[in-house]
């Protein structure tokens, strides 16, 4: 039976994805000058099960890497060589050559062949330095014969093999290598002979007979190796990159009496190693069952919209037995507050689905602010904080450009030079701090330096050149939202990380569009704080309906502060202006949404009206509306792929009484406040 490898490829190029992010990771937090064997061990079980999945596959490119990387990486570990800085620059590298082969295999990216040469003569180089080569080890000796009536393998229905796999007296950590070598292909047992020889049993297939193999044991100092038949195995065979080998032609008889095995095994051992890629990881045992499944996400997305109709079908419900009578109708509101109560909880389940950890995003930073400090000629130290914190993970792909270009400017404009730090009294190396924390129905992501901060004198001045409305009276929260301004940089040479202006104009508008703020602090001589707060996801959101004329629009609840009826008293009229009202000793802009999208109102007087007092970007204004409705969670639906954008409006969601409502844009009205019908947004 011929089988078809390729339908395990995608598993394959995710374990890989993974065991290569988890590589950079570890050496990154490696300590040159005392690495942790745990650390290297596990690295080095990154790049051995990488190398054997590839193998599998027949990626020989991607094997051949792997296969010296790891060599390397066994001396490290053994102590036959010092760590140094040069060994982990040329990991990390060997990292990056692997992610573009990968890609290459994966999606028919172009590889480029000088940096996989460059990293690979570099890894031979690092190889030929050591000084104390690898202890010999002595070939096992003979196996006995195995009985005639067993080494012809017989498979029976079920496509079963047994191998039995009996060693000399050998090191355990030798012992332990090879049970993992082994559980790759199959189940295993182990035992100790009586001469202390020890005995594994594999089992692949589906079967139930015995088939007995009688195999020597090498260990070669590069790579393990089990070498069926009677006789030893040549000292100077080439190291491969499988468990099992075939026996030369001039191999003993029992060799050739066992031959037959090895093309069963041979089948059985690719198959089996590709559907055990999927649960293995670098920090558990071999064979452990893991707790996770892979899902495609259109699957997760089907099932997150199939329970938003069954949301909006339950508001349906709930408006229409709202109306019955509670004596006469009991049993039936019951069941019906139980239904409510059941789809509620398996809303928030299937929500959790679509969460990640930030983690997914901050392991990206560490390497890039490590080759870019060293590139700037820096001295930073990244830490991070809440990466167990979750997002929906359409908004954690979208975040990820925004944070980068973040990073890469508190590295870049931030933190001073080593110099510049030791004569202001600071540590040499710079502090960058990524944190992530829940804060109400929000998360709240900040980039954080301990940096220079912002010159209030060179923005204002920059403003004033590019013609800007500043004056020198402006408060520093205004004086910083200078920088999100188009084409606004500060920085006196440009350069191939920043300096053109073009970034943090996108980096607000992108989080904008994702219903976030963008807020910043900062203090000369003590560093910046980049605050960024997002909603946790954007499918579903707690609202409040307000109604105007026969309208009804769906305010998302984060931004809504308070409601009110003010006195007649409280409203002024500013020339040019509007109208404010006065809230507390605070004057705010009054927005009458009627205006704003032409709407016969029940009330134009403020005074017999609501007002919604709304926050955003720290401005406050109070929205005009004819009365509250309630207080409920809705689902959203994209209006512009459904239909167009509509300015002012983020997205609609379908009501109980299946009417459509519009949710509305509280940052872009707030924008407005001071210019209601001239607003050009809104024509």
């Known amino acids: 039976m011929t089988i078809d490898m390729s339908q395990f490829y995608q598993v394959f190029f995710d374990e890989a994805d993974e065991l290569l992010a988890e590589m950079e990771k570890l050496l990154l937090a490696l ?39 790891e060599s390397l990486l066994d001396r490290i570990r053994k102590g036959e060589m010092a760590l140094t800085t040069e060994h982990v620059d040329t990991f990390l590298a060997a990292k990056d050559v692997l992610n573009m082969q990968m890609e290459g295999h994966h999606h028919g990216a172009s590889v480029d062949q000088d940096a996989v040469g460059s990293v690979c003569a570099r890894l031979k180089q690092l190889s030929q330095g050591i000084v104390a080569d690898a202890p010999a080890v002595p070939a096992a000796a003979p196996a006995p014969a195995a009985p005639a009536a067993s080494s012809a393998p017989v498979a029976d229905a079920d496509g079963q093999f047994h191998f039995r796999i009996e060693l000399p007296e050998v090191p355990q950590r030798d012992v332990d290598a090879l049970a993992t070598e082994l559980g790759l292909l199959g ?10 020889r020890v005995a594994f049993t594999l089992i692949t297939g589906e079967g139930k007979d015995d088939i007995v193999a009688i195999c020597s044991f090498v260990l070669d100092p590069d790579d393990l190796k089990i070498t ?36 069963a095994a041979a089948a059985a051992a690719p198959a089996t190693e590709a559907k055990n890629m999927g649960r293995r990881a670098t920090d558990k045992e071999v064979g452990q069952e893991s ?18 109709e069954l949301v909006i079908t339950q508001a349906m419900i709930d408006q229409r037995i709202a109306a019955l009578d509670p004596i006469h ?23 959790s689905i679509r969460m990640m950890p930030m983690d997914y995003v901050f392991s990206r930073f560490p390497r890039m602010v490590r080759d870019l400090a060293g590139k700037l000629g820096k001295q930073v130290e990244f830490v991070t904080r809440g990466a167990a914190t979750e997002l929906d993970k359409g908004l954690i792909e979208r975040i990820v450009d925004p944070l980068t270009h973040l990073v890469r400017n508190s590295v870049d404009h931030g933190i001073e030079m080593p110099e510049q730090r030791r004569a202001s009294g600071k540590k040499e190396a710079g502090r960058l701090i990524l944190s992530a924390a829940h804060q109400g129905g929000n ?14 004198e060179r923005i204002l001045d920059k403003a004033k050149q590019q013609g800007l409305p500043v004056t020198d009276s402006m408060p520093d929260a205004e004086v910083w939202q200078l920088i999100f301004a188009p084409g606004f940089s500060t920085a006196a040479v440009v350069t191939d990380v920043s300096g053109r202006g073009v970034g943090m104009d996108v980096v607000k508008r992108n989080i904008t569009a994702m219903g976030g703020t963008v807020d910043i602090r900062s203090m000369t001589g003590v560093g910046t704080t980049i605050s960024i707060s997002l ?32 006195a007649a008293v409280d409203v002024k009229e500013i020339a040019a202006d509007g109208q404010v009202v006065k809230v507390r000793e605070e004057y705010l802009p009054l927005i009458p949404l009627h205006q704003i999208f032409a709407i016969e ?17 720290g401005k406050k204004a109070a929205l005009l509306v004819d009365s509250l409705v309630g207080q409920q969670q809705v689902v959203v639906k994209n209006l512009e792929s459904n239909f167009r954008k509509v300015a002012g409006i983020s997205g609609a969601t379908i009501l109980g009484d299946g009417g459509v409502s519009l949710i509305l844009d509280v940052a872009a009205l707030l924008r407005s406040s001071r210019q209601l019908s001239n607003d050009p947004i809104f024509s």
């Open 228 to 263: 069926c038949g009677s006789a030893p195995a040549p000292a100077a065979a080439e190291p491969g990159y499988g468990i099992f080998e075939t026996e030369k032609a001039e191999a003993a008889p029992v060799a050739a009496a066992a031959a037959p095995a090895q093309p």
């Open 443 to 456: 998360i709240v992501i900040e980039v954080t330096d301990d940096g220079g901060g912002l010159n209030r």
């Open 329 to 351: 109708h009991e049993r039936l509101l019951n069941s019906a507050s139980q239904l409510s109560r059941n789809t509620r909880d398996l809303q928030e389940a299937v929500m």
């Open 291 to 308: 707790s996770s499944i892979r899902v495609g996400v259109e699957k997760v997305d089907q099932l997150i919209n199939l329970v938003g």
């Open 535 to 566: 909603p946790l996801t954007l499918a579903i959101l707690d609202g409040m309906s307000v109604k105007v004329g026969e309208e009804v629009y769906i305010l998302p609840l984060g931004y809504v502060i308070e409601s009110l009826q003010p």
């Open 601 to 617: 109102p029940l009330y134009t007087d403020p005074a017999k009206g609501i007002i919604v007092i709304l926050e955003s970007e």
């Open 187 to 196: 189940s295993i047992t182990q035992e100790i002979l009586a001469d202390k």
């Open 31 to 69: 300590d040159v000058s005392a690495p942790d064997n745990e650390d290297l061990n596990a690295i080095f079980r990154a790049a051995h099960s990488i190398k054997g999945g590839a193998a599998t596959f027949a990626f020989t490119d991607i094997t051949e890497v792997t296969h010296m990387l």
